[in-house]
């Protein structure tokens, strides 16, 4: 299999519920993002693993946390989310950890919170 | 703070009808300019990459170029499966002269081509 992975496609969960979205890349490269996509909104970054240490945490509330076990796998484990969370969550990965050459998306996670 | 901005928000033309999505960026440094292509209910899938005013990039009916300000995306006789939503992007170098891969969305151009 090549590409970025992502699983679960499609997430309906409950406020009270802990869930946990993965991103697995078999392409070899250094970094992995979790980024989150709304309706009408650009796609806003929420974390950047660079050699599976982070280096990005965008003011991203506590109830989303992020684990890089190692440099082909990135979590979302999510708890107590809100219904404004429900949105299209998109896992990336790029060759070098400067980006340069772009990324390579997941086809993402719908997460529908009620 | 890195901006982009695109328009139009949405565009419709009839197959064959050439014309031009916009992208307009304010960046301390820039790093690259990318544009990807973005299909309903999947990932955005990566088009080109742009790094210096003058460059040009081309794919079949698909052509970017890039100023000090603004990218264009100009589509040459449009097909029905180019219908998408096109993203632009930029990265930057931080106040280090380093980056870590960290690129600004705009929110996209819909644009639906008829037959």
């Known amino acids: 299999e090549t590409g970025v992975t992502q699983t679960p496609r499609h997430l309906v969960m409950g406020m009270t519920n802990k869930k946990s979205l993965k991103c697995e890349q078999h392409?070899?490269?250094?970094?992995m993002y979790w980024y989150k996509q709304s309706a009408k909104k650009p796609l806003e970054l929420m974390f950047v693993y660079s050699l599976e240490e982070r280096v990005e945490n965008n003011s991203v509330p506590s109830r989303f946390s992020p684990e890089c076990p190692n440099s082909s796998h990135l979590f979302l484990h999510l708890h107590t989310l809100q219904p404004e969370d429900s949105a299209l969550y998109l896992c990336?990965?790029?060759?070098?950890?400067?980006?340069?050459?772009?990324?390579?998306f997941g086809s993402g996670t719908r997460l529908t919170v009620v | 703070e890195d901006q982009v901005t695109q328009s139009p928000e949405a565009l419709r033309l009839q197959e064959g009808e050439s014309s031009s999505l916009n992208c307009s960026y304010t960046v301390s440094g820039l790093r690259g300019l990318f544009w990807y292509r973005q299909d309903p209910g999947k990932g955005p899938e990566f088009l080109f990459t742009?790094?210096?005013a003058g460059e040009e990039k081309e794919k079949e009916r698909l052509k970017a170029t890039l100023t000090k300000k603004e990218s264009f995306l100009h589509i040459t006789a449009p097909k029905p499966e180019d219908s998408a939503t096109y993203l632009c992007a930029v990265g930057s170098y931080n106040a280090g002269g380093t980056s870590y891969g960290k690129l600004t969305f705009g929110q996209g151009t819909i644009l639906t081509v008829h037959p």
């Open positions: 742009l790094y210096s």
């Open positions: 392409l070899g490269h250094n970094a």
């Open positions: 990336a990965s790029s060759q070098d950890t400067g980006g340069a050459y772009g990324y390579t």
